[in-house]
């Protein structure tokens, strides 16, 4: 799963980018107002971490610019600022989280995930869609309790699909999720990939809408 983390101090910076690639998060790191982009997506970010006191503005202003431009992507507020209405001002404003500094890393990743899970409308670390279970923290998928043997493409492709079980996700936004960091995958390659999923899980579970992308069936 791939974050966005908004922070100015180098060393804390350093030290939350180094303990989300241990949990298997990829991570974009920016530094500033200026250099936040104008709208978050998923197609390319599955959470923001926000520090409000940002050497060019207020990270508040920036989550309500967000907002207002109906983003739903999860936000978690990082931040010196204790005060109770602090945190009120930043919950009221659309943030999902509030995590007063100093904290320890490991705190924020259950944050993280706990936020996450909310997301995909999941109670629990297991997620479960008819007969396939998905445990996105190991990167196990079972299906009627059989351990399924997937390339890590083929688990974040399930992943991207079970967030809204028969919802139709586009194919541009499944290309650009398998490599958030880099350049989307091109549709061959995509096809490849979902081709082989339905090889493990039965061709009935995964559905094609022409022209549009693919849904996963409960």
């Not at 919950?91 to 995930?113: N, Q």
């Not at 688990?155 to 650009?176: I, S």
Request: glycine share 6%.
């Amino acid at each position: 799963m791939h974050l966005l983390l908004i922070e100015d101090d180098l060393d804390l910076g350093r030290a939350l980018q180094a303990a989300l690639k241990l949990e298997g998060f990829s991570c974009e790191w920016l530094r500033r107002v200026a250099d936040a982009p104008a709208v978050v997506d998923h197609a390319w970010v599955d959470c923001v971490l926000l520090d409000l006191s940002l050497p060019d503005g207020d990270g508040l202003q920036l989550l309500a610019q967000w907002r207002r431009q109906a983003s739903a992507v999860p936000v978690i507020v990082i931040t010196a600022r204790s005060a109770l209405q602090d945190r009120l001002e930043g919950l009221d404003g659309g943030a999902d989280d509030f995590l007063v500094k100093p904290f320890a890393p490991a705190e924020l990743i259950s944050r993280i995930r706990a936020v996450l899970r909310r997301y995909a409308r999941q109670a629990s670390e297991v997620w479960t869609v008819g007969q396939l279970t998905l445990e996105p923290r190991a990167h196990v998928a079972r299906l009627a309790g059989q351990p399924l043997e997937l390339t890590p493409r083929e688990f974040k492709l399930l992943l991207e699909l079970a967030r809204e079980p028969g919802a139709v996700v586009p194919k541009g936004f499944l290309a650009q999720r398998l490599e958030p960091l880099g350049e989307a995958i091109d549709f061959n390659a995509l096809e490849v990939h979902v081709f082989n999923l339905r090889r493990k899980l039965g061709p009935e579970r995964i559905h094609t809408v022409r022209g549009v992308g693919y849904l996963l069936k409960a």
